[in-house]
């Protein structure tokens, strides 16, 4: 009978890893206890096979630290102090980027992203944070679509110089609804080969219900930084919690993949007053 029940196991995990290859059989799992459907999963997972483009060397001495899922309303994500503004993005000033990948340009008043392909779409460069933020700091960046089927948003915040420090969060929104995010710790050499050393989410689903967001209005993503410690935030509603080695904030970058347009209305960080 506990041979049965280990090789019926088996044979489940083994058709798993074969249904959906580019998912680990624990995060299929946990995409169908979350509600997805096997065609979302089968999407996540092809998508997640042909990778981002990051050359990846993991570094097993850091300590991955527990997800904190905070599912509660807040009423803006603030310091206790308060906030004041310390960098707002002059759009106006943000380079265009054509390539056949699609289109990044400032128009009506912000900054739009149109991917024409599935491959990333962007500025073309970072754009300097000015002056650079040494501590804490809320960095909300407000966005709305234009069209969209399916849609991967990328930021990143980053320290300068030839080697340095950056995080990056990704977040996806599917045909259906549904959405998924992911956070890296990357290390860049020589000012362009990133290399991940620690993956705090991947195609993690959204814990909380996304139904009835309109992404055609205006939206946030917020990350906040207290001390070692950061927390990426979908309209106030924290998605999660992770820490990372303080570093200053010198630069980020913005990105798009799947034939969509996004229209980024304002982007601004905070710091405590």
């Known amino acids: 009978m506990k041979y049965g029940i280990v090789l019926g196991v088996i044979i489940y995990l083994l058709s798993i890893v074969n249904a959906f290859a580019g998912c680990t059989p624990a995060q299929v799992e946990k995409m169908l206890n979350a509600g ?10 092809d998508q997640q096979a042909s990778g981002q483009n990051h050359e990846e060397k993991p570094t097993p001495s850091h300590t991955v630290a527990p997800f904190n899922f905070t599912m509660i309303p807040l009423q803006g994500v603030n310091f206790k102090g308060g906030s004041k503004v310390a960098f707002n993005a002059d759009f106006a000033s943000w380079p265009q980027n054509t390539t056949k990948s699609g289109i990044a340009r400032a128009e009506g008043g912000g900054y739009g992203l149109e991917a024409k392909t599935n491959t990333w779409i962007g500025p073309g460069q970072y754009i300097p944070i000015r002056p650079e933020i040494r501590g804490d700091f809320i960095m909300d960046l407000t966005f709305r679509f234009v069209h969209r089927t ?9 320290d300068a110089g030839s080697n340095y420090s950056q995080v990056e969060f990704f977040f996806d929104i599917w045909k259906s609804g549904r959405c998924t ?8 050499k020589n000012d362009f080969y990133v290399n991940v050393r620690r993956k705090f989410a991947d195609r993690m689903p959204v814990k909380f219900s996304t139904d009835k967001i309109d992404w055609a209005r205006k939206n946030t993503l917020t990350i906040k930084r207290e001390g070692k410690q950061m927390r990426f935030y979908l309209n106030n509603m924290a998605l999660d919690t992770f820490y990372v080695p303080l570093f200053p904030l010198k630069k980020m970058s913005l990105g798009l993949a799947f034939k969509s347009k996004v229209l980024f209305t304002a982007v601004r960080a905070r710091i405590p007053k």
């Open 181 to 188: 995010y992911s956070i890296y710790e990357n290390w860049v």
């Open 150 to 158: 399916d849609a991967s948003l990328s930021i990143s915040l980053s």
């Open 36 to 45: 997805f459907t096997k065609s979302e999963i089968q999407s996540i997972c």
